[in-house]
């Protein structure tokens, strides 16, 4: 059984920071991309960041790029996404993301963790 277990979510005043984290079981890790993407009420679950299979390469959405840092620890199955200077546009639930092809489109192949609540107020 393929888990993905986010941590990291809370609430915090814009302008502050958040560390998401993704631990994962089940799944030969290195074989995977991994990323996230967030839902916020109303609005379709969109891509956030991503990163490839050796870490050497990342993507993000233009609203994030400067502000989140996503990385990934092979020896720990681990990815966690860093995030700074949030703004109350970013609050959203947070996904985990586990894609074979380790792109920004999910497909039926890709894993998901149940999700994580971040709250940015003004």
């Known amino acids: 059984q393929v888990q993905l277990g986010e941590s990291g979510g809370g609430l915090v005043q814009a302008g502050g920071s958040l560390k998401l984290s993704c631990v994962a079981s089940?799944?030969?890790?290195?074989?995977?991309?991994m990323g996230w993407f967030r839902q916020a009420p109303g609005k379709e679950r969109e891509f956030v960041a991503t990163?490839?299979?050796?870490?050497?390469?990342?993507f993000y959405r233009d609203s994030v790029k400067g502000r989140f840092t996503i990385s990934r620890d092979n020896a720990k199955n681990t990815v966690d996404l860093q995030m700074n200077n949030l703004k109350p546009e970013d609050t959203a639930v947070y996904y985990c993301?586990?894609?074979?092809?380790?792109?920004?489109?999910?497909?039926?192949?890709?894993?998901w963790g149940q999700g994580t609540q971040v709250t940015v107020s003004s």
């Open positions: 089940g799944l030969t890790f290195h074989m995977y991309g």
């Open positions: 990163i490839d299979w050796g870490g050497l390469n990342t």
């Open positions: 993301n586990a894609d074979p092809l380790a792109d920004t489109v999910p497909t039926s192949y890709d894993y």
